[in-house]
């Protein structure tokens, strides 16, 4: 968000669900809201535009669609307040210790000025489809209730605490046609983002607490049609003396936070989400000299995540002119010399887009997913001439590359907070983008009018890796149902539909996929374990001299288990129709031995791999246990699809 990244603060620093309570167990979704009339026929076309979508979203290699496997392309903005508004210093009481002198009481803004309704359709008239609704911990388990003149336009919500008026807002939307993306934006209802307690996840709480909370969430509304997606925390940084990092098992380790989450999201909340994670949005102290900057999701092309649910991953990271690749924003003390997004030309700027978050849609990876570029933004008043360029140029990129945007915010009070696309007065009275005069205008109408691809969007195969890193990475949801078939030791298994294709020699990671042939899996087979030869037939030695994990006749793998480097079992299921095939040894224990296309992407970066081809599937593990030699996997056996 605007103002404050982890520009000022990190730079004076260098230079200087399911709830506990059994009262938030017990809580339920908000009462109906009514669905507010469109202003005039361009809201009513938004309007109908909005509602044409069919719940729940998934994804399709790049693209998120909805129930109908028809594209359902983001166009969203920040409806914020609810994460909270105070700076940090001073009376919580004085509007102007809070961000932009607008004091939120930690609800989403502007319902002190204007009916719901009439908020809804003024949303309406902007075009927009959905909205990144963020909220903070410490309001959901807030018991008292939010003042009367912060609720004065909208009377039915007084005496309602700040998690009751979100979920009359999160109605409203729903049945207004939008699609609503809960998103946790702090640990505390304090303005974000800089060393303010709310740089990680678990700054100011537990990760258990963090998961337990999103469970809640998730749970609340289940029944709510429109909320489709679960933005798990925002803008991940670093705080005074320690970074983020993405996979080294840590408790600052966001990709494994975020792999909890969505994990439970799913199987104790609400299996129809989408879950969104976002790129770590700064590491180091913002000195020259230093190493400093934005990972982004930068890490994602070398460990990506999988979910049990192989079609509900977005990934997301955030834009502004006054930042940079390495710059963190700020001017003055702390300013480094690295460039920022707005002196990049336009060229540049799309390449820095591309390498930071964009490459991600590229077909045929392990981490292909849809990218939503959750917040950017920019002030009316400015007028600095880069900063406009940034502007045009971003709206350009995202229209001309048919991304998926949010833009940061979209309600504001006049005279307050001129980046709002909307603004209101005390009366109630709206100026902003639909207003003449706003430069911004020309940038947000071409993402406006441009439709990107549309209607039915072909399926595509799913790459998703393993990584038994610092654990398991169990991810069928009938392995776990199965039990813990191998234990004391780091267990993988594909997500249901998926099955094994490829293995590292070391370092414990897998491919999964379902190119060639969809889910092979009988409905009713269970699993089978293996962890011996005995599968294997007489005279059907595929590894000579090799230990060898087979999979019964009929039957492929979906998982495997390791202690420390050495293979311990596989895990193979039942085909739904007969399998069986040519066979043929890949071996990868001196080298890589995958497809010349490089289906999937690198899912070892620097270890062996070896790999089936899309035509075939995997029936088995060879391993060695000769002294001097690595005990991980060696060969895989490949036999051709019925």
Same mark, same amino acid.
């Given at each position: 968000?605007?103002?404050?990244?982890?520009?000022?603060?990190?730079?004076?620093?260098?230079?200087?669900?399911?709830?506990?309570?059994?009262?938030?167990?017990?809580?339920?979704?908000?009462?109906?809201?009514?669905?507010?009339?469109?202003?005039?026929?361009?809201?009513?076309?938004?309007?109908?535009a909005?509602?044409?979508?069919?719940?729940? &979203?998934?994804?399709e290699?790049?693209?998120?669609?909805d129930?109908?496997?028809e594209?359902?392309?983001?166009?969203?903005?920040?409806?914020?307040?609810a994460?909270?508004?105070?700076?940090?210093?001073?009376?919580?009481?004085?509007?102007?210790?809070?961000?932009?002198?607008?004091?939120?009481?930690?609800?989403?803004?502007?319902?002190?000025?204007?009916?719901?309704?009439q908020?809804?359709?003024?949303?309406?008239?902007?075009?927009?489809?959905?909205?990144? &609704?963020?909220?903070?911990?410490?309001?959901?388990?807030?018991?008292?209730?939010?003042?009367?003149?912060?609720?004065?336009?909208?009377?039915?919500?007084?005496?309602?605490?700040?998690?009751?008026?979100?979920?009359?807002?999160?109605?409203?939307?729903?049945?207004?046609?939008?699609?609503?993306?809960?998103?946790?934006?702090?640990?505390?209802?304090?303005?974000?983002?800089?060393?303010?307690?709310?740089?990680?996840?678990?700054?100011?709480?537990?990760?258990?607490?963090?998961?337990?909370?999103?469970?809640?969430?998730?749970?609340?509304?289940?029944?709510?049609?429109?909320?489709?997606?679960?933005?798990l925390?925002?803008?991940v940084?670093?705080?005074?003396?320690?970074?983020?990092?993405?996979?080294?098992?840590?408790?600052?380790?966001?990709?494994?936070?975020?792999?909890?989450?969505?994990?439970?999201?799913?199987?104790?909340?609400?299996?129809?989400?989408?879950?969104?994670?976002?790129?770590?949005?700064?590491?180091?102290?913002?000195?020259?000299?230093?190493?400093?900057?934005?990972?982004?999701?930068?890490?994602?092309?070398?460990?990506?995540?999988?979910?049990?649910?192989?079609?509900?991953?977005?990934?997301s990271?955030?834009?502004?002119?006054?930042?940079?690749?390495?710059?963190?924003?700020?001017?003055?003390?702390?300013?480094?010399?690295?460039?920022?997004?707005?002196?990049?030309?336009?060229?540049?700027?799309?390449?820095?887009?591309?390498?930071?978050?964009?490459?991600?849609?590229?077909?045929?990876?392990?981490?292909?997913?849809?990218?939503?570029?959750?917040?950017?933004?920019?002030?009316?008043?400015?007028?600095?001439?880069?900063?406009?360029?940034?502007?045009?140029?971003?709206?350009?990129?995202?229209?001309?590359?048919?991304?998926?945007?949010?833009?940061?915010?979209?309600?504001?009070?006049?005279?307050?907070?001129?980046?709002?696309?909307?603004?209101?007065?005390?009366?109630?009275?709206?100026?902003?983008?639909?207003?003449?005069?706003?430069?911004r205008?020309?940038?947000?109408?071409? &993402?406006?009018?441009?439709?990107?691809?549309?209607?039915?969007v072909?399926?595509v195969?799913?790459?998703?890796?393993?990584?038994?890193?610092?654990?398991?990475?169990?991810?069928?949801?009938?392995?776990?149902?199965?039990?813990?078939?191998?234990?004391?030791?780091?267990?993988?298994?594909?997500?249901?539909?998926?099955?094994?294709?490829?293995?590292?020699h070391?370092?414990?990671?897998?491919?999964?996929?379902?190119?060639?042939?969809?889910?092979l899996?009988?409905?009713?087979?269970?699993?089978?374990?293996?962890?011996?030869?005995?599968?294997?037939?007489?005279?059907?030695?595929?590894?000579?001299?090799?230990?060898?994990?087979?999979?019964?006749?009929?039957?492929?793998?979906?998982?495997?288990?390791?202690?420390?480097?050495?293979?311990?079992?596989?895990?193979?299921?039942?085909?739904?129709?007969?399998?069986?095939?040519?066979?043929?040894?890949?071996?990868?224990?001196?080298?890589?031995?995958?497809?010349?296309?490089?289906?999937?992407?690198?899912?070892?970066?620097?270890?062996?791999?070896?790999?089936?081809?899309?035509?075939?599937?995997?029936?088995?593990?060879?391993?060695?246990?000769?002294?001097?030699?690595?005990?991980?996997?060696?060969?895989?056996?490949?036999?051709?699809?019925?």
């Amino acid at each position: 968000m605007p103002t404050a990244s982890p520009s000022l603060r990190l730079a004076a620093t260098a230079a200087g669900l399911l709830l506990v309570s059994t009262a938030a167990t017990a809580a339920h979704a908000a009462p109906h809201a009514t669905a507010a009339p469109a202003a005039d026929a361009h809201g009513a076309r938004a309007a109908d535009a909005a509602a044409s979508w069919h719940g729940p &979203l998934s994804t399709e290699g790049r693209y998120i669609v909805d129930s109908r496997g028809e594209r359902f392309r983001l166009k969203s903005a920040n409806w914020d307040g609810a994460q909270g508004s105070w700076n940090g210093s001073g009376s919580t009481d004085d509007p102007a210790n809070h961000h932009a002198g607008q004091d939120s009481h930690n609800i989403p803004l502007g319902l002190d000025r204007v009916p719901i309704a009439q908020l809804m359709a003024d949303f309406h008239q902007l075009g927009i489809n959905s909205i990144r &609704l963020p909220f903070s911990n410490e309001m959901i388990h807030s018991t008292a209730t939010v003042p009367d003149a912060a609720v004065a336009a909208n009377p039915q919500l007084r005496g309602k605490t700040p998690l009751q008026v979100y979920d009359a807002v999160v109605n409203a939307l729903s049945d207004s046609g939008f699609a609503v993306i809960l998103n946790n934006h702090t640990n505390t209802s304090r303005w974000c983002c800089g060393v303010d307690g709310n740089e990680r996840w678990n700054t100011s709480q537990t990760t258990q607490k963090w998961a337990d909370d999103w469970v809640f969430m998730a749970r609340r509304y289940a029944s709510v049609p429109g909320v489709v997606g679960a933005d798990l925390y925002n803008e991940v940084r670093r705080n005074i003396l320690d970074d983020p990092n993405w996979g080294l098992g840590d408790d600052h380790d966001w990709y494994a936070a975020a792999q909890l989450a969505g994990d439970r999201i799913l199987t104790e909340g609400n299996p129809n989400l989408l879950i969104v994670i976002e790129g770590i949005n700064w590491t180091g102290l913002p000195v020259d000299g230093l190493p400093h900057g934005r990972p982004m999701l930068t890490p994602v092309r070398t460990l990506s995540h999988t979910l049990v649910n192989a079609h509900k991953l977005v990934y997301s990271a955030h834009f502004y002119g006054y930042t940079g690749p390495h710059h963190s924003g700020a001017t003055g003390v702390g300013e480094t010399h690295d460039a920022r997004y707005q002196d990049m030309s336009r060229d540049e700027l799309g390449q820095a887009m591309y390498d930071e978050a964009f490459f991600v849609e590229e077909n045929g990876k392990h981490y292909t997913a849809p990218v939503w570029i959750s917040e950017f933004g920019a002030g009316s008043g400015d007028t600095n001439a880069k900063a406009r360029t940034w502007f045009t140029n971003t709206t350009d990129y995202f229209a001309d590359h048919d991304a998926d945007f949010a833009y940061w915010p979209l309600v504001g009070f006049e005279g307050h907070d001129d980046w709002a696309l909307l603004r209101y007065d005390t009366a109630g009275h709206r100026s902003g983008i639909l207003d003449s005069g706003d430069w911004r205008a020309a940038g947000w109408q071409r &993402l406006m009018a441009d439709s990107g691809k549309t209607g039915a969007v072909a399926a595509v195969p799913v790459w998703r890796m393993l990584s038994t890193d610092h654990g398991d990475a169990v991810e069928s949801l009938k392995a776990k149902a199965a039990g813990d078939w191998d234990s004391g030791a780091y267990k993988a298994a594909c997500p249901d539909g998926l099955r094994l294709i490829g293995l590292s020699h070391t370092g414990g990671r897998g491919l999964c996929t379902d190119a060639g042939a969809f889910d092979l899996r009988a409905a009713d087979g269970g699993q089978t374990v293996v962890n011996d030869e005995r599968y294997v037939p007489s005279g059907g030695d595929w590894a000579s001299g090799y230990t060898k994990f087979q999979c019964p006749s009929g039957a492929f793998l979906i998982g495997y288990s390791l202690r420390g480097e050495r293979v311990s079992a596989a895990v193979c299921a039942p085909g739904k129709g007969a399998l069986g095939g040519s066979g043929r040894t890949v071996w990868f224990d001196r080298s890589d031995n995958r497809p010349s296309d490089g289906a999937g992407g690198d899912f070892a970066e620097g270890g062996y791999k070896g790999q089936c081809a899309v035509n075939e599937y995997a029936a088995g593990i060879a391993f060695t246990t000769r002294l001097g030699s690595r005990p991980g996997p060696a060969a895989l056996l490949c036999r051709t699809l019925p």
